[in-house]
Nanobody, 121 residues
């Protein structure tokens, strides 16, 4: 059993910054892909940023140059530094991880509970 615990969401004015954190705990052998998705009301859940264990990160075009994701594999943690925030960034942000349990080659996908980010004046 794996849990992803997120923090750092909140209300910020346009142009402001927030830093999201996510730490995975539980029965973890290794986390492969890890990253962030977001979902606005009435919209599908979309990729924000995602990296493999080696640190190669894929960002959605709308956040490139503004958001920076980082990983700490030793802590099973991932972070999202969000700068120059825009109203269209408003969404629930979800942490994501593909986890190997160490008992087989199978991996399992886990999601955090989500943290609300609201960008508004």
């Amino acid at each position: 059993q794996v849990q992803l615990v997120e923090s750092g969401g909140g209300l910020v004015q346009p142009g402001g910054s927030l830093r999201l954190s996510c730490a995975a705990s539980g029965r973890i052998w290794r986390i492969y892909d890890m990253g962030w998705y977001r979902q606005a009301p009435g919209k599908q859940r979309d990729l924000v940023a995602r990296s493999n264990r080696g640190g190669s990160t894929n960002y959605t075009d709308s956040v490139k140059g503004r958001f920076t994701m980082s990983r700490d594999n030793a802590k099973n943690a991932v972070y999202l530094q969000m700068n120059s925030l825009k109203p269209e960034d408003t969404a629930v942000y979800f942490c994501y991880a593909d986890v190997g349990m160490g008992i087989s080659s199978t991996t399992y996908s886990y999601w955090g509970q989500g943290t609300q980010v609201t960008v508004s004046s």
